[in-house]
């Protein structure tokens, strides 16, 4: 048993508890590789940002769930190197699809964990989520449960159709489940294709998707009904579409990629939504970089040099969304 605790890590619990009086959402980003784990913390840092690192199942079917553990504690000692005394990192389990999973997560130094159960009958997903919970809590772990489906394929999870949450359900859910945060679906979707072209409108003048707008209604049904309970959206990248335009530019073949509208997820921020996660546009960030990095430089092959840009470009990326849409910079 390795407790999150003696890692320098840290719950949600307090995290979210000031986001939500302070009109603010805790960026959640996923990583897979060293140079991700590095931009996040750079970005964290120099923005004096809490910040969520999570992992996906594919996260740990392609990095090794135990290495990349080790990269969150040492995301920690890094963050103190580069001069935050007290970081706040959170290392959390993103989709947890069984009590096993999360039960191991907990007991190998995870400080938060999501069960989703939002596949399975209402009944059977406060049930495991409940058994989640009470297992987390005796370790001080905090539980993010899921209700409603997000559409949209990525590599945790997939599915064709989105259905909203359904706002007269979370009182009962978040009672007697007794999660400390809850995902809902108000629109957003995983992926780089977060809406069909039947979805969207075209903007004349550029040619681009403009997607449909989110159910706000919804979302603040949901907070009359819990009100200050912490909210989470999933599938929260926005698909910047500079980024598509240098990928396409340079031998990629990304058509019609369209994500939620920053001012969305600003507004977003204000409410409830204390969690937002972003995962796509860091993959989009990356690849962007490279692809222009190796197409200006055939002949070099050091993955160093093409990996660097890719880094500085993922960083740049992290601390517009700090700053510029959740709102999260300034408060450690
Ligand atoms: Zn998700």
């Known amino acids: 048993m390795v407790s999150y605790k003696e890692l320098g890590l840290v719950n949600t619990r ?34 004096k940002s809490p910040v969520i690192m999570q992992v996906s199942k594919g996260a740990r079917a392609y990095a090794n769930g135990t290495i990349l553990r080790y990269m ?104 007697r489940s007794g999660c400390d945060s809850l995902a809902i679906s108000i629109g ?23 997607p449909p707008p989110l159910a706000f209604n919804i979302l603040h049904e949901i907070e009359k009904r819990i009100p200050g309970f912490p909210i989470v959206l ?20 990304l058509p019609d990629a369209v994500g939620i509208p920053e001012e969305q997820l600003r507004e977003a921020s204000k409410s409830a939504v204390c969690k937002i996660n972003i995962d796509s546009d860091s993959r989009l960030a990356m690849t962007a970089a490279i692809r222009k990095y190796l197409a200006e430089n055939p002949s070099h092959f050091d993955p160093r040099q093409y990996l660097k840009p890719a880094r500085e470009n993922m960083k740049k990326m992290y601390i517009h969304k700090i700053v510029d849409v959740l709102g999260s910079n300034d408060k450690l």
């Open 14 to 47: 307090e995290m979210f508890k000031k986001a939500v009086a302070g009109g603010y959402a805790i960026p959640a980003f996923n990583f897979n590789t060293m140079e991700q784990m590095q931009a996040i913390v750079q970005a964290a840092v120099e923005t």
């Open 72 to 175: 969150a504690q040492g995301a920690v000692e890094y963050a103190k190197e580069l001069g935050c005394p007290n970081p706040q990192i959170v290392l959390h389990l993103d989709h947890g699809d069984s009590f096993e999973l999360c039960k191991e997560c907990i007991d190998n130094g995870f400080s938060s964990v999501m069960f989703d159960g939002s596949a399975l009958p209402y009944e059977e997903n406060i049930a495991i989520t409940k058994k989640v919970v009470e297992y987390a809590h005796k370790y001080d772990v905090t539980v993010e449960a899921e209700l409603g489906v997000l559409a949209g394929v990525e590599d945790e999870v997939s599915s064709a159709v989105s259905h909203y949450t359904r706002p007269e359900e979370v009182e009962d859910f978040s009672k």
């Open 188 to 210: 957003t979707s995983h992926g780089a294709y977060k809406f069909t072209p039947e979805q969207c409108t075209r903007d004349p003048k550029t040619g681009k998707l403009v």
């Open 234 to 253: 999933h599938g929260s990248s926005s698909v910047p579409q500079d980024e598509v335009d240098t990928i396409n530019k340079y031998g990629g073949k």
